[in-house]
């Protein structure tokens, strides 16, 4: 849609190197499958066996062994069961970042009961519609969560207290258990397999919440067999060993973390570098502290990092890997030239999908590669964002997406018998499940997962994030990527954040552009300088119309940016504190909205 700064690219490799390196995460993921007994706490105890003494776990200044962490495990099962615990009960889990987490976590797997992970940044309506679709009959709650249930009607609350930062309003009264205490007291010793008995990996192991972007999360289903294949998976994609060690400041209620980074760290025998939150001060000093060597990311915390001011030590650190998405290519540039080259493994896919991509070649910019459709579950097919349908030809299927045309990514549904790669393990909700998957797509019967999301896939066969299905808007006519217009503007000097969407204009169809943009601390707006670069990279259509300047992003815990409400407020002065602007194209910049202003603008 516009011109990017660019750096000169590297050789593109032949579709069979590629597809090397794709067979040998589709051998590790046939290590599973579906009717075996092997599960997570097998893999515990496996891993403690291999790597007993090395660290697993690094918080602050405290360091604990694979075995180490095991005893804090056992003890806590025992505990767990000792208060009538069983397996495949479902147990709420509300827990920062710190090693408390994974005590209770790894512990309900040793039980064989079922982890609901939580937001610990929400409380109320939010809070009760997890606990009710989860059906957890008790909550494991560290002290530092236990405000968010204040008048939540919630299970029994078993509380793991918080010598950081106890809760003063004597909170700790509510609940019905210590469980650090009663752990405390409890055997060491590996609980016998005996209280798993019958459990299969195909069963649930986690429920982990989607982002909640657009909405009231959704519960999704994590088998046993899914969180080993994602960690042998990753283990022989980025070779990780056991002097490797992830940092982790990605929330471990979502999937990136615990689905991603603690599953990798366990097949490897690496170790995992806790901070509760992420801190844009603190980065670079932890992960030199820890020697951490990988990092998982999005793309608006790469944005905050390169905002900071720059240091002549900025590309002195271990850190030789990155594994995420969201790393727009001007990003992605600008990170290498500044903090050094490392291998990106930028990805697309979802806590429930069936199928996904990878950028195994350090491609700037791509989200993976098809070498062989023949060999993938993935397929692109035609969205009409007019009718918000997707075409179907004379036979009454699906068409697929052309090169370079943005299609939606969807995963055909794959279901035999002890099999779990191609499964849509789906949510805790029927209904949810349902509305998530395409039936008679290509033929009679069929059923694939619908991801809601528009990729674009090159002649090379590298695949592009375009956007997500309702975020992409039309205006004079033409399509707009969101997400386009966000890594276009984004390395704006002193931006911090960017949120594109599209808004509402009386007596006009379609939505228009806007776009909050958050700048750091000592940054100013410039409105003539903002429409040069929206000008010199953009067409005029897809420039945003109107501007807001927002103190801080609305993100997610899982540092994604949401945009519900500022869909809703649009660009109404009444309801907006924030500064609004408007595009003034006879003068070259963005002007301060007023209603002559905007009638300038849309020509009237």
């Not at 590298?462 to 956007?467: E, I, K």
């Amino acid at each position: 849609m516009g011109a990017r700064m660019s750096t000169p690219a590297p050789a593109i490799p032949s579709r069979e190197t590629t597809q090397a390196k794709l067979d040998r995460r589709a051998r590790a993921a046939a290590r599973h499958t579906a009717n075996q007994s092997y599960c997570i706490a097998e893999r515990i105890e496996e891993a403690v066996a291999r790597h007993g003494e090395r660290d697993c776990l690094r918080y602050g200044d405290e360091r604990l062994s694979y075995a180490a962490l095991n005893r804090r495990v056992n003890q806590a099962a025992h505990a767990l069961h000792g208060l009538g615990l069983r397996c495949g009960d479902v147990v709420a889990l509300c827990i920062e970042n710190r090693p408390a987490f994974f005590y209770a976590w790894l512990a309900l797997a040793k039980v064989g009961a079922v982890a609901a992970f939580l937001n610990t940044n929400v409380g109320g309506r939010a809070l009760a519609h997890a606990l009710e679709t989860t059906g957890a009959r008790r909550v494991i709650v560290g002290e530092e969560c236990l405000a968010l249930f204040d008048g939540v009607d919630a299970p029994p609350l078993w509380c793991w207290p918080d010598a950081e930062r106890p809760d003063a309003e004597g909170r700790r009264a509510r609940c019905e258990v210590d469980l650090e205490a009663a752990a405390v007291a409890a055997a060491v010793t590996d609980p016998p397999p005996a209280w798993r008995a019958g459990l299969l990996a195909e069963r649930p192991a986690i429920y982990i919440f989607t982002s909640g972007t657009t909405g009231l999360p959704k519960a999704a289903l994590i088998s046993h067999a899914r969180w080993l294949m994602t960690g042998d998976v990753m283990q022989v994609t980025m070779d990780i060993g056991s002097d490797d060690c992830f940092y982790t400041f990605l929330p471990l209620y979502h999937g990136a973390a615990s689905l991603s980074a603690a599953a990798t760290a366990f097949a490897g025998g690496a170790s995992l570098a806790l901070r509760r939150k992420f801190s844009r001060r603190e980065f670079w000093s932890d992960v030199r502290r820890h020697g951490a060597t990988i990092c998982q990311y999005v793309g608006e915390i790469c944005r905050f990092l390169l905002a900071s001011p720059a240091a002549d030590d900025d590309a002195v650190h271990p850190l030789r890997k990155m594994v995420g998405a969201g790393l727009a290519p001007e990003v992605w540039e600008l990170w290498v030239r500044r903090f050094g080259a490392m291998d990106i493994y930028e990805g697309w896919g979802s806590t429930e999908a069936n199928t996904n991509t990878l950028n195994l070649d350090n491609r700037v910019g791509s989200c993976g590669r098809v070498p062989f459709w023949d060999k993938t579950n993935l397929r692109l097919v035609r969205w009409d964002a007019d009718s918000g349908t997707h075409p179907r030809g004379a036979d009454g299927f699906l068409q697929l997406a052309a090169v370079d045309e943005p299609g939606e990514a969807i995963g055909m549904i794959i279901d035999l018998p002890g099999v779990v790669a191609g499964r849509f393990e789906g949510y805790t909700s029927a209904e949810a499940t349902e509305k998530k998957i395409l039936r008679n797509a290509f033929r009679a019967g069929d059923a694939w997962w619908s991801s809601g999301d528009l990729l674009r896939c090159d002649a090379d066969g590298y695949c592009w994030f375009v956007d997500r299905i309702g975020d992409t808007y039309r205006w004079k006519s033409e399509n707009v990527s969101t997400t386009e217009v966000a890594d276009l503007l984004g390395d704006f000097p002193g931006l911090d954040a960017i949120t594109v969407y599209g808004v509402a204009v009386p007596g006009h169809e379609g939505r228009a552009g806007m776009a909050a943009l958050v700048f750091a601390p000592g940054e100013c707006f410039d409105g003539a300088a903002f429409h040069a670069l929206a000008a010199q990279r953009l067409p005029r259509y897809a420039r945003p119309l109107f501007l807001r300047l927002s103190p801080a992003a609305d993100m997610t815990g899982n540092y994604k940016l949401r945009k519900v409400d500022l869909q809703r407020q649009g660009w109404d002065a009444a309801q907006i504190a924030d500064p609004l602007y408007v595009i003034d194209e006879a003068a070259g910049r963005y002007v301060p909205l007023t209603p002559q202003a905007v009638a300038r603008a849309l020509g009237e």
